[in-house]
């Protein structure tokens, strides 16, 4: 949906290693959102963009870097990965018409940190 | 801070059954609230959105209703189908950039 695509789709990292997700939206949305998922916790908000440059934290935003220098790239950044952070982590985007503000995702990355 | 729950945590019916998910929330000055649906290994599709002024939004077989005074959605899907079988999330925005906060979900099961 809304043209969203995250790369890459699974990776494997080493504890210590800095690790960057990639988030692309085709349709020039203003507001993109990163998220994980954990079995127990459900879905957490990372960070937030309203816009380039633009940026601020959501729920569980330590150990996490985000930047927007075009509309289109929304990318998260692990400083150095650690174990806490294998999850699923997913981007949307929030699409703006006259019957409200809609939240699509993206089809997720699989993160494995060893 | 906004707290979002969902009773049961999973639920099996058989085909043919309507099916009533339930969703709580803590704070009712919300934005909107949102329902996903989710498959195993899959992203998340919004099926519906419910802004802070509407009681109830449909769409086919499905109609989600909103009472922000009691804190509570409904979402319903007529003649469940084996289809159907999928983890149902629901979310609740709050303004100011739409930052969701979920559910933890309910996983159905339609059986044949």
């Known amino acids: 949906d809304a043209g969203i695509t995250q790369s890459p789709r699974h990776k494997v990292t080493e504890t210590g290693t800095p690790v960057t997700l990639r988030c692309h939206q085709t349709?020039?949305?203003?507001?993109m959102y990163w998220y994980r998922q954990d079995p127990g916790h459900g879905l957490r908000l990372i960070h937030y963009?309203?816009?380039?440059?633009?940026?601020d934290k959501g729920e569980v935003s330590d150990g996490y870097s985000v930047s927007r220098s075009k509309t289109e790239d929304f990318l998260l950044t692990l400083e150095s990965a650690t174990s806490s952070q294998t999850s699923v982590y997913f981007c949307?985007?929030?699409?703006?018409?006259?019957?409200?503000?809609?939240?699509?995702f993206g089809p997720g990355t699989r993160l494995t940190v060893l | 801070k906004q707290e979002v729950t969902q009773i049961p945590a999973a639920l099996s019916v058989p085909e043919g059954e309507n099916l009533v998910l339930n969703c709580s929330f803590t704070?009712?000055?919300?934005?909107?609230l949102q329902w996903f649906r989710q498959d195993p290994g899959k992203g998340l599709t919004s099926l519906l959105l419910?802004?802070?002024?509407?009681r109830e939004q449909t769409s086919g077989r499905l109609n989600a209703s909103l009472d922000k005074s009691s804190g509570r959605s409904t979402l319903y899907i007529a003649a469940s189908q084996p289809g159907d079988s999928a983890t149902y999330l629901c979310?609740?925005?709050?303004?100011?950039?739409?930052?969701?906060?979920f559910g933890g979900g309910t996983r159905v099961l339609v059986k044949p």
């Open positions: 949307a985007i929030s699409e703006s018409r006259r019957d409200g503000d809609t939240q699509y």
């Open positions: 349709e020039n949305h203003r507001y």
């Open positions: 419910i802004q802070s002024s509407q």
């Open positions: 963009s309203y816009g380039v440059k633009d940026t």
């Open positions: 704070d009712s000055a919300i934005y909107n």
């Open positions: 979310a609740v925005g709050k303004a100011a950039g739409n930052k969701l906060t």
